[in-house]
């Protein structure tokens, strides 16, 4: 791909965008002391300190770890009040090898407080240690503890929902798909908040326009990403990582869709929603203007980013009571 054909988007991001883009070169942030994962994971993880404080008090917050098939995983559960009348799992983006809960701690504290329901972030296994569909098999298991352990973590279990940003995004529907296609039961999903996801597309119009260092999101980046999740298979037309490839027809919980206008991955998120609409599955399709992949971190400066968060908590809310 010719990378002069692009085009140069930090012309036309919203001032709110520009304004964090001049916030990181006020304050760049040091490079990766190598080229290898753990320097990648810790640089990733100081840079998202600074857009993680001031977050909102919780009710309460408790780090559990949960035994799956595959070892020990950490989970925290944000409750924004005492008795919260559904649960979120929530799976954090940064590319299937980045990210923990602290990395996106604000927007899980956020989407508590706006939905009034519990938060249960999972800290699924890291790619490429960890590969597909091992995300997928984990947050499956850890829905199903929580379902059956849920009054002693004093949660309800009876409506539920997945969310997530980026890769986690994917992640998302995956499990939703996962415990449809195997039919596990953890609860009445009701809905999934999808941001700025990735589903399986190889190739699209946004993806030929848009992405580059600004978001680290050129063609090569990307590929760095599947590759390392999808390690041992190399498989991008699996169902459960190319989603366009599974049963988009029947039995998925109403999809709040949300996509950054100049983000190479917004025709993803344009695809599943015009899929699931063709299908007349319910679901809410909104493009933020101005915005680049990832913008939803930035709340603390971006007034767009809180409602992005604060939309998509709101739809999950109305699905409780439709």
């Known amino acids: ?106 927007i899980m504290r956020l989407l508590a407080r706006y939905s009034g329901c519990a938060v249960i972030g999972i800290d699924y296994s890291l790619s490429p240690e960890a590969y597909y569909p091992q995300a997928i098999e984990e947050s499956a298991q850890i829905c199903q503890f929580y379902h059956q352990k849920a009054q002693k973590h004093g949660i309800n279990m009876s409506n539920i929902g997945f969310a997530g940003d980026s890769a986690g995004a994917m992640l998302s529907l995956a499990v939703v798909l996962w415990l449809r296609d195997n039919n596990i039961h953890c609860g009445n999903i009701c809905a999934a908040l999808l941001w ?35 390690t041992a298979l190399g498989n991008r037309n699996a169902p459960y990582y190319c989603l366009f490839n599974n049963d988009l027809t029947y039995d998925i919980p109403p999809c709040f869709i ?3 206008q100049y983000d190479p991955l917004i025709d993803d998120s344009i695809t599943l929603f015009k899929t699931l609409e063709a299908h007349h599955l319910p679901c809410e399709y909104k493009m933020y203007s101005g915005t680049l992949h990832a913008f939803l971190h930035y709340s603390r400066m971006m007034k767009v980013a809180d409602d ?12 409780l009571t439709d």
Do not use: C
Request: proline letters at 5%; hydrophobic letters at 35%; aromatic letters at 12%.
């Open 258 to 260: 949300a996509g950054a």
């Open 1 to 106: 791909m010719k990378t002069k054909n692009k085009i140069n988007v930090l012309e036309l991001i919203s001032p709110e965008m520009q304004q964090v883009m001049q916030f990181y070169a006020d304050n760049p942030q040091p490079a990766p002391e190598s080229n290898d994962y753990p320097a990648m994971r810790l640089a990733y993880n100081q840079d998202r300190r600074y857009w993680n404080a001031d977050a909102p008090e919780m009710f309460s917050i408790n780090d559990i770890s949960v035994n799956t098939s595959y070892g020990q995983v950490l989970t925290r559960i944000y409750k924004p009040v005492e008795k919260t009348p559904a649960t979120l799992f929530y799976l954090h983006g940064g590319g299937f090898i980045l990210g923990n809960l602290d990395t996106h701690d604000r």
């Open 196 to 230: 700025y996801g990735l589903y399986g597309l190889r190739d699209s119009t946004s993806r030929r326009l848009y992405g580059g260092e600004w978001d680290g999101l050129r063609q090569q980046d990307l590929e760095e990403y599947d590759n390392a999740y999808l």
């Open 308 to 319: 992005a968060i604060r939309d998509g908590a709101n739809y999950f809310v109305k699905q």
